[in-house]
């Protein structure tokens, strides 16, 4: 998939949003991608997963033994890419502020790992989750990701990083807002809302 017919997925399913957006990271944007609404209809999650998973090496798809994404966002695009692959898909969470294995699902030691998220922008989250999954005794060997939202801070994940599209909106911080961002309230989108 080209970069157009990526984001033409995105705009078919309402998931571009434009407005005033306070993200996660707690900078501003004008605008917003919504992958929840993307991947809400399972024809197009499955075409954006293959997508994704025909951009990683070869080696690096042979080599996965499990597939893990951090809950929520990374849920579903995380069980999609589990198919596109044919391998297995467990998710970790946070329900007490730190990521952990829960619901049954273990990593065996030595298990090589492909984590996969929805949208990455600091890569906080990210590095958490593989923190959650090496003190399991999985290997993580690589990342994957429906967007990078980077805006090409060349984040360190301390493994490869493969997007499938890098959406560089511009972000904003709180005290150095364009007047017409400025001038309206921010809505707090996606799983960190209150």
């Known amino acids: 998939m080209t970069d157009d017919e990526i984001l033409a997925e995105f705009r078919a399913a309402d998931a571009l949003l434009q407005g005033h957006f306070l993200l996660s990271s707690g900078r501003h944007s004008e605008y917003y991608l919504q992958c929840a609404r993307v991947l809400m209809n399972s024809e ?29 966002g ?21 329900p007490t502020g730190t990521f952990e294995l829960r619901r049954g699902f273990a990593i065996a030691p030595g298990t090589k790992v492909l984590m ?6 600091t890569g906080l989250s990210s590095r958490e989750a593989m923190e959650a999954v090496r003190a399991a005794g999985g290997e993580v060997l690589a990342e994957a990701a429906l967007v990078d939202r980077s805006a090409g801070s060349n984040i ?13 909106f511009p972000t904003y911080a709180a005290d150095d807002l364009p007047p017409e961002l400025a001038e309206t309230p921010a809505i707090k989108p996606g799983s960190r809302a209150n």
Do not use: C
């Open 116 to 121: 996969v998220e929805d949208v990455v922008t």
């Open 156 to 168: 360190d994940l301390g493994v490869p990083f493969y997007p499938l599209v890098a959406i560089n």
């Open 44 to 72: 197009r999650a499955g075409r954006l997963a293959s997508a994704l998973a025909a951009k990683l090496p070869r080696e690096l798809r042979q080599a996965t033994d499990l597939v893990v994404s951090p809950a929520m």
């Open 74 to 94: 990374g849920v579903i695009i995380g069980h999609e890419m589990g198919r596109a692959l044919g391998k297995p898909a467990i998710f970790v969470e946070r």
